[in-house]
């Protein structure tokens, strides 16, 4: 009989072991320094990896292998931000996004020319059917990432029909994926449908401690441009490699629309993590209009059943549930066509002791899921009540 994860691992903090190509360098005793040397100890790796053999290579490739792991280190000026823009919703055609970005390595992989960036960011969409939503993300997204001077690669996560759509699933599958294929001190988990204005909210992780996350997309147009309540953390959200594993990735249990991020921030809050936000400046978002199916009373019972399990529910417990049915590597991005078992994972749920699903109860209206011990804030009561305005 195969072993589970679990067993292969032992435990979750093993998972440096078989995701990563080196130990994770996120520390909380590392300074930049040191997390610069490390991305150029890695592409040095790299390129010794990806050239030709001894024998072929001329004295031109060896010099330009060492060239790029002289390379001074990236430095953002100012001037090369636009600032704020106006969301441009134009649905181009994938051939023209691919010649327009064609400077991105097969892959979906862009870093910058002259500079060792100070980030390698991974950046995973969990996707299904918003085709003309990942193009317009796209469109407005690349060239802000590419002011900002980063090395990153983007991966768009499919979920085949078949069962009902797991957004914090496929951002554990996103995030496991990647890690097999390099090594990255940032991920950034962004919806399809949710766009940064401002090029000057950076997606980087938060250097400034061990157990600070970032939330990106703060201020969002269809909540009047306003934090929605203090401990909303989703849209897009910014963590490194040992943030994410420490609180076991996200709930595979959400077949439902909404909740997976408000019981994300709980389990950081367990742990004492703190969520740190870009200035009001420059942290506004545009969310893509879209239907959303409320399922309130189901959301809210899930999120009640997981609350105590988020040991045993997450990134070990997912392996034998999904199946990568297509990996290839388009222009602007790695696609990763995966099969959720929703049943696998239903019957992995029902054996832990502490969860229980409750009754669903009639009624209600769609609003935030109320976190322990946080105080909401009062401007906004409920949720997705404004018709989005995308001007």
Known sequence: ??????????????????????????????????????????????????????????????????????????????????????????????????????????????????????????????????????????????????????????????????????????????????????????????????????????????????????HIAVLVNVFQYKLLYSYLIGGILSVTYKQFVAVNGYSNAFFVWGGEDDDLFRRFDKKDYRVSRPSNKVAYTTTLDHERDPELDERNNVYKSVKNISEKDGMNTIEDKYKVVIREERKLFTWLYVRVDEELVQKSLDAIPKFKLPQTQPGGMQQAIPVEGIKRKDHVRQRHIHKPVLS
């Open 1 to 214: 009989m195969n072993k589970t994860f679990a067993e292969k691992q032992g435990n979750i903090t093993e998972l440096d072991k078989r995701y990563r190509v080196k130990a994770p360098i996120d520390d909380a005793n590392n300074t930049i320094t040191n997390i610069r040397r490390s991305i150029i100890a890695f592409d040095e790796s790299y390129h010794k990896k990806t050239t030709s053999d001894d024998t072929n290579k001329t004295f031109t490739e060896n010099q330009r292998i060492i060239t790029e792991s002289q390379l001074p280190t990236c430095v953002s000026y100012r001037t090369a931000f636009h600032g704020r823009e106006t969301v441009n919703l134009t649905n181009h055609k994938w051939q023209n996004l691919d010649s327009r970005f064609n400077d991105t390595l097969q892959g979906g992989r862009w870093k910058p020319e002259g500079c060792k960036a100070v980030f390698r960011v991974a950046i995973i969409i969990p996707y299904r059917d918003r085709d003309s939503h990942l193009k317009i993300l796209m469109s407005n997204l690349l060239p802000k990432l590419q002011r900002q001077q980063l090395d990153y690669t983007i991966f768009v996560v499919e979920q085949a029909p078949g069962n009902r759509f797991n957004r914090g699933m496929l951002r554990n599958i996103g995030f496991l994926e990647a890690n097999k294929t390099a090594q990255y001190d940032c991920f950034i988990f962004n919806d399809v449908d949710t766009i940064i204005e401002d090029d000057r909210n950076m997606f980087k992780c938060d250097i400034r401690g061990e157990k600070m996350i970032r």
